[in-house]
């Protein structure tokens, strides 16, 4: 088993950086024995590896899009229901006069 594990290229990697890991640890932990502040220009190496995500589309104009996707959606939908399934034409979902016309049986004043 020890003989795999040295021939191993990721365990060989995995225990070199738990070996930088513990030297690191023990490096911060004598520096707080001792009172120390970690050196500035350190600090900045360590500051600019971070990654930082840059969006593409800014949150109000995804809302604005998710919105549009919402009513393109209900309205295909719309025509599909009313065009294919039902018994019209699906350009007639576009006119005023049918959703006055739906409205109606809804409220129970049409047929």
């Known amino acids: 088993m020890l003989d795999e594990k040295r021939n191993n290229p990721e365990w060989n990697q995995t225990s070199q950086e738990t070996t930088v890991n513990s030297r690191v640890a023990a490096t911060r932990a004598a520096r707080n024995r001792q009172g ?46 009313y065009g294919y399934i039902g018994d019209g034409s699906p350009g007639d979902v576009l006119k005023k006069e049918t959703w006055t016309h739906v409205l109606d049986i809804m409220r129970g004043n049409g047929p």
Do not use: C, H, S, Y
């Not at 500035?40 to 190496?45: L, M, V, Y």
């Not at 840059?54 to 549009?68: E, F, H, M, S």
């Open 36 to 81: 120390k502040k970690p050196d500035t220009a350190q600090e900045e190496r360590v500051k600019n590896k971070f990654w930082v995500q840059v969006r593409i589309l800014p949150i109000w104009l995804r809302i604005i899009l998710v919105l549009l996707l919402l009513v393109g959606a209900a309205l295909v939908g719309a025509m599909i229901g």
